[in-house]
């Protein structure tokens, strides 16, 4: 099955620094790449997406990278302001049919906090 | 424009007692799935269900746990003589039938607590 793997498992920044957090996958069948904030005791919302037929997405502050061939995705949060910490996971899943079709796999979480 | 719902919030339950987690998913969505969170790590899925269909539920413990989608109603899992190991946050996600909508929408949670 599939094995997502996230690093780094903590991460500290200033305010308006960038941060970033990579994921690798290993199941090459996995073409949609989503990202998860969860902040503590709430629940897991989703903040950008990728599928495999884009290498790179970008919405605001966020973007998200994907490498096939590497089988490793990253979330990049520039501008990073003291609301942006939180738990951020990545996930992995394959589309198009089958009985895994929409099961998410995810990463182990980063705990992202910015410091004002 | 109500997301996805599921009841309760937080469940008590004694060792040996059954435990039962509802989730409404969100209006339009007919796709849902649930995933275990255990303290201090990440999701891990359990079952992916449709209309009174279980497509996938390998990730769900072969004894004990149960889950359902019904034609009507809320989908329901089910965890018959809970175990302290049990004790963790439930999340239920739904997202819609239709090509090209795969994203997922997560409930709020039902934190469960066995003594």
């Known amino acids: 099955g599939e094995n997502v793997e996230q690093h780094p498992s903590t991460l500290s920044v200033q305010e308006g620094d960038s941060a970033v957090i990579k994921c690798t996958y290993s199941?090459?069948?996995?073409?949609?790449f989503p990202w998860y904030k969860q902040e503590l005791g709430k629940r897991p919302q989703l903040i950008i997406d990728i599928r495999s037929n884009v290498g790179e997405k970008k919405d605001q502050r966020i973007a998200v990278t994907l490498n096939k061939t590497a089988k490793h995705f990253s979330l990049h949060i520039t501008e990073t302001q003291p609301e942006d910490s939180a738990v951020y996971f990545c996930?992995?899943?394959?589309?198009?049919?089958?009985?895994?079709?929409?099961?998410?796999?995810f990463g182990q979480g980063t705990i992202l906090t910015v410091h004002p | 424009n109500a997301g996805v719902m599921q009841n309760p919030r937080h469940l008590v339950r004694r060792r040996g007692q059954e435990a039962r987690l509802r989730c409404s998913p969100m209006?339009?969505?007919?796709?849902v799935y649930w995933y275990r969170q255990l303290p201090e790590e990440g999701l891990k899925f359990m079952v992916y269900l449709q209309k009174e269909n279980i497509i996938d539920e390998s990730g769900m413990p072969k004894e004990r746990f149960s889950a359902e989608f019904p034609k009507e109603g809320p989908s329901i899992l089910r965890i018959q003589q809970v175990v302290r190991g049990d004790s963790a946050a439930y999340f239920c996600?739904?997202?819609?039938?239709?090509?090209?909508?795969?994203?997922?929408?997560f409930g709020p949670g039902t934190r469960l607590t066995v003594t």
């Open positions: 209006k339009g969505h007919s796709h």
């Open positions: 996600a739904s997202s819609q039938d239709r090509v090209g909508f795969y994203e997922q929408y």
């Open positions: 199941d090459s069948a996995s073409n949609y």
């Open positions: 996930a992995a899943s394959p589309l198009g049919g089958g009985t895994s079709y929409g099961k998410l796999t």
